[in-house]
């Protein structure tokens, strides 16, 4: 059974940077994805960036391409995600997903982390 523990989450001021971290401990499969989505308040949950653990597939959001980076540390089975330039929009609690199948897709992940607040101030 894989777990997800997220970390890295906080308040900032528009334009500051952030790195979360999602630690996954148990069997995952290096052809799988790990994906970040996020959720604001009162909009649903969506796709925000996702890697294969070998790396040779990565996946944004169109809005936050040019901004954040999805890395991971295969020996530490982490995976991360940059966040530069922040705006308020960005603001959201932040998941951590494991063992897709696909990337964009969150009924395609087999498990879920418990999410952690980002918070970007104006």
């Known amino acids: 059974q894989v777990q997800l523990v997220e970390s890295g989450g906080g308040l900032v001021q528009a334009g500051d940077s952030l790195t979360l971290s999602c630690a996954a401990s148990?069997?995952?499969?290096?052809?799988?994805?790990m994906g970040w989505f996020r959720q604001a308040p009162g909009k649903e949950r969506e796709f925000v960036a996702a890697t294969t653990w070998s790396g040779d597939i990565i996946t944004y959001l169109k809005s936050v391409k040019d901004r954040f980076t999805i890395s991971r540390d295969n020996a530490k089975s982490t995976v991360y995600l940059q966040m530069n330039s922040l705006k308020p929009e960005d603001t959201a609690v932040y998941y951590c997903a494991g063992n897709g199948r696909t990337d964009t897709r969150e009924d395609e992940y087999e498990v879920w982390g418990q999410g952690t607040q980002v918070t970007v101030s104006s």
């Open positions: 148990g069997r995952t499969f290096s052809n799988s994805f």
